[in-house]
């Protein structure tokens, strides 16, 4: 077992590699904890590097234009990326898939409304693999699974799954309700087509609720894939993240010191007016994460509930591919991150005029990276 130091030292050595520069300020002040051969990343309130590290320009976007019916986004939902750079939106009022160039050139068109095969009636989310079957998530129903070219090829039913994500080899990895002795919960399972392959992990009960309480600035599970042999998980909103093997085994842990962000009273009024006077336990503070991905190179990112002096923008933390914070990097409210590929945030946004846009931005690091 390697000593804390020593990890640490490798640690940094391997960021100094991927930053691909010197600099006085690259000197992470985290510490690598190591326990039962399990390193635990914690890391400070300020990343690595200061404002302006890293920057978004943006490259693309893509909707709505006059004379353009290929173009048309209708309810874009959810966006997904392939390795080629084609981009694929989810819209929800027409119920299929829009498929677009790199370019941003309409491509083809996928699924219709309805409950048949290959047919959408909730459609949710999107998935691509590394031989570039689409599967397409109809929200409590199943998945429809395509062939590149928009051939329908198999609907595999989800039935009593939570949540869905897909593996770049097509592997399903869902969270399924389930109960275990005397209490029901929720667990990670992992599917190849409708078989299970392992038996679940990661089993979290249900809370108890008084049906007559509301609680809206509870934390929420938050996960995304990371690679395609591993998931990053926090259950409740903690900034505690554990990296977990598609097994469920405990490959480390991530860590960060914040300031809570207290909830404003205006905040609360929102939520008293959509629930009608509705009874709501309400906390003093929001929990840490709002949001969790990864790039294809294995980085995190967290959208966290800081903001901006201005309060426009959402403060999001940028970790390494192991777990130390390289930056904060700020994005306006109004911009909706899907996915991080190839050196690009793809996300969905409105115009001016209110009209849905797939915009997509490239990320810039302040010198080599």
């Known amino acids: ?21 010197e600099s006085p300020e690259a000197a992470w002040r ?24 890293l920057r978004l320009e943006e490259d693309l976007t893509i909707g709505n234009e006059p004379g353009r019916p290929d173009r048309e986004l209708g309810q874009p939902w959810y966006v997904a990326v392939n390795d080629s750079g084609e981009i694929f939106a989810m819209d929800q009022v027409n119920a299929c898939v829009k498929v677009f160039s790199k370019a941003g050139e309409s491509i083809r068109s996928i699924g219709r409304k309805g409950q048949g095969p290959g047919e959408l009636q909730n459609p949710n989310s999107i998935s691509v693999t590394a031989d570039g079957r689409l599967f397409f998530e109809d929200f409590y129903r199943g ?26 080899a097509g592997l399903i990895v869902a969270r399924v309700n389930t109960v275990e002795g005397d209490r029901p919960g929720k667990q990670i399972q992992v599917f190849e087509g409708g078989t299970q392959r392992e038996a679940g992990f990661a089993f979290r ?27 990053a998980v926090s259950y409740d909103g903690r900034y505690d993240i554990e990296i977990l093997s598609l097994e469920g085994a405990l490959l480390r842990r991530v860590r960060k010191d914040y300031d809570p962000v207290k909830i404003t009273a205006e905040e609360i009024e929102i939520y008293q007016k959509r629930l009608r006077g509705r009874k709501m336990d309400v906390p003093p503070t929001h929990p840490a994460l709002r949001g969790l991905w990864t790039d294809d190179e294995g980085r995190l990112v967290v959208m966290t509930y800081e903001r901006t002096a201005d309060s426009d923008s959402a403060v999001y933390d940028v970790f390494d591919r192991d777990g130390r914070c390289l ?43």
Request: glycine share 10%.
């Open 1 to 21: 077992m390697k000593s804390t130091a020593s990890l640490l030292t490798l640690a940094l050595c391997a960021l100094s590699a991927v930053c691909g520069r």
């Open 30 to 53: 985290g510490r690598v904890e190591t326990g039962d051969g399990i390193a635990t990343f914690s890391n400070p309130k300020d990343p690595l590097y200061g404002p302006g590290a």
């Open 143 to 168: 998945l429809n699974v395509f062939d590149p070219d928009g051939t329908f090829r198999e609907f595999i039913s989800t039935s009593g799954f939570v949540d869905i994500l897909v593996t770049s």
């Open 205 to 231: 009960p249900d809370e108890p609720r008084d049906p007559q309480v509301i609680k809206p600035f509870a934390g929420r599970f938050c996960w995304t894939l990371v690679g395609d042999r591993a998931l």
């Open 327 to 369: 930056v904060k990097l700020p994005i306006p409210e109004a911009i909706r991150p899907q996915a991080w590929k190839g050196g690009r945030m793809y996300a969905l946004a409105e115009d001016a005029e209110g009209n849905p846009r797939v915009r997509v931005f490239r990320l810039v690091w302040r010198d080599a990276h």
